[in-house]
């Protein structure tokens, strides 16, 4: 029989590590977990390693590394624990593992999931936002190592399933017209545009039909986050912003679809639970069981379709605006929304400011060509700074 397959879970407390563990723990003869990462709630941390038994855990700091190590001891586990992005690194690049899952959040996910794809890792990337930073870099990167890159954010996932094995020779050139990306338009997609001013952070969070981390849950709300996603899926598909259509489709059961030449429409269909995205990948090219119950169309009964009103989501039009200048724009664009995105949950910005801010310091910043890691972080640093003076000065 052949060997599990040893898999690093970065961000396995968040939403997308604990689905993961969920399908891996259905297939104990395919997959081992190698390690697990958290940043905080490390309570939890602890209980998921005493579940599956990795050979390591990563905190962010030494006293909680101190702390997990005792517990873990005393719980008859010899899991190892590491420290900070150094220690993500490390179990990302791991001799022994095969998989790395790329399940961080934000920026900091970054470096580890490059890591992974520089040690040529099978690497399933949920982090778009590492992806939407360096975008030309990172996929150098994928080029160079050879390495297998499978998307996990749903519509990316849907895309893939719905191209051909030779996709990467051009979207062109296999006879496809354009990307529909689906979004469900989230929360307020229907409310109306004055009471926006006024929503609380646990409305924009209340998504309708997934459920997630806080970050993405805002993102969908705003939908920066199909933004992201059309970033995300220029440079995953190697296509531009103007072969992407985003399709509004509240019922999230269609997960985006391809449109090729000859009139076909081809679309992956399922139950909004992300388990269905990553049994695929971590199978891929065979399928696999992932607790996701079967789709059942007669009590969805029906799908509806709109196209986006940027006035409403005003995100939309500043990451296209983003994804076409390139350059150094997607990063200041991901870095304003991490700060905004953070203001408004701990309710120091409105929610229209969010989009307020990263017109403004997007405008305030000019683009330039990023041919190396340390400018992505450097533009990132700087746009950080132009977005706390921002809200030193708007914020509450
Ligand atoms: P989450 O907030 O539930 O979990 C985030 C994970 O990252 C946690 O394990 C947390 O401990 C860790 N983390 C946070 N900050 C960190 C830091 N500075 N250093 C190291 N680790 C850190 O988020 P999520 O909803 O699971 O989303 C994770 C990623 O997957 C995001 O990039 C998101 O856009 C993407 N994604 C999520 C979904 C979903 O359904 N939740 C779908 C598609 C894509
Ligand atoms: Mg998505």
């Keep these: 029989m052949t060997q599990p397959q ?13 689905s993961t563990l969920d399908v891996i723990a259905r297939h104990p003869s395919r997959y081992k977990v190698f390690a697990l990462t958290g940043f905080t709630r490390l309570d939890e941390l602890l209980a998921l390693c005493v579940r599956h038994a990795p050979q390591f855990a990563v905190v962010p700091t030494t006293a909680g590394a101190r702390q997990l190590q005792d517990d873990l001891h005393a719980a008859g586990l010899d899991t190892r624990v590491l420290v900070g992005e150094g220690g993500l690194c490390e179990v990302s690049a791991h001799p022994l593992v095969d998989t790395v899952l790329a399940a961080i959040v934000g920026a900091a996910g970054l470096r580890p999931t490059l890591a992974a794809v520089e040690a040529g890792k099978k690497v399933l990337l949920a982090n778009k936002e590492a992806l939407v930073m360096s975008g030309a870099l990172f996929m150098q990167a994928v080029r160079r190592s050879g390495t297998v890159l499978l998307p996990l954010d749903s519509e990316h996932n849907a895309i893939f399933q719905c191209l051909p094995g030779n996709y990467a020779d051009g979207l062109g050139a296999i006879g496809v017209r354009r990307i529909l990306l689906t979004a469900s338009g989230g929360p307020f997609r229907e409310t109306p545009l004055p009471q926006l001013e006024h929503v609380s952070p646990e409305q924009a969070c209340a998504h309708p039909n997934w459920s997630m981390g806080r970050k993405i849950s805002v993102d969908s709300a705003s939908m920066m986050n199909k933004g ?19 399709v509004i489709h509240p019922q999230s059961v269609i ?16 139950n909004p639970d992300m388990r269905t995205p990553i049994a695929h990948a971590l199978a891929w090219p065979e399928r696999i069981e992932s607790g996701v119950a079967p789709l ?28 076409q200048a390139g350059g150094s724009a997607p990063a200041v664009l991901n870095a304003v929304n991490e700060i905004a ?15 307020g801010m990263i017109d403004e310091v997007l405008n ?31 914020a509450r």
């Design 228 to 246: 992201l996603e059309l970033i995300e899926a220029c440079w995953l598909f190697d296509t531009t912003p103007a072969h992407i259509e985003v």
């Design 341 to 355: 995105v953070t203001a408004f949950l701990d309710r120091r910005i409105r929610f229209p400011e969010i989009a």
């Design 364 to 394: 305030l910043e000019p683009v330039v060509a990023v041919s190396e890691l340390e400018a992505v972080f450097e533009v990132d640093a700087k746009a950080r700074a132009l977005a706390r003076q921002w809200l030193s000065r708007n």
């Design 296 to 323: 059942d169309l007669f009590s969805i009964a029906r799908l509806d379709f709109q196209a986006p009103d940027e006035s409403r989501f005003p995100c939309l039009r500043l990451a296209r605006q983003a994804a």
């Design 255 to 270: 997960h985006s679809m391809v449109d090729y030449l000859d009139g076909s429409v081809l679309a992956q269909l399922g």
């Design 6 to 18: 040893q898999i690093t879970v970065l961000g396995a407390t968040g939403s997308v590590g604990l």
